[in-house]
Nanobody, 124 residues
Framework: QVQLVESGGGLVQAGESLRLSCVAS????????MAWYRQAPGKQRELVAA???????HVADSVKGRFTISRDNMKNAMYLRMSSLRPADTAVYYC??????????????????WGQGTQVTVSS
């Protein structure tokens, strides 16, 4: 496992942009895929985007074309660029990492390292 710290959340108006950052520490060789999940009040945690250490990305259909995931292995960091934000994007966003034995996994249960979350609120 690694330790993950998110930053960059906040309150924005619909149509605006935000960039979330996640910095990892610990044994980086133990992980491969990293991902952004989000959880809105009363809803299940859902995958937003994931990316492997070789930069192979996956973006959920609900945010495709608006959100971009990227990763900087030299900085042990992952980013989520969110554009054209909507009130429906309001949630706590979590950074997660999966053990190296997994590839580009989309399964929540495969991720065993989690950050504390950062709140994103989009007003209409």
């Amino acid at each position: 496992q690694v330790q993950l710290v998110e930053s960059g959340g906040g309150l924005v108006q619909a149509g605006e942009s935000l960039r979330l950052s996640c910095v990892a520490s610990g044994n980086m060789y133990s992980i491969n895929a990293m991902a952004w999940y989000r959880q809105a009040p009363g809803k299940q945690r859902e995958l937003v985007a994931a990316i492997t250490s070789r930069h192979t990305p996956h973006v959920a259909d609900s945010v495709k074309g608006r959100f971009t995931i990227s990763r900087d292995n030299m900085k042990n960091a992952m980013y989520l660029r969110m554009s054209s934000l909507r009130p429906a994007d309001t949630a706590v966003y979590y950074c997660a990492a999966a053990p190296r034995r997994h590839g580009l996994t989309l399964r929540l249960d495969d991720y065993d390292s989690w950050g504390q979350g950062t709140q994103v609120t989009v007003s209409s």
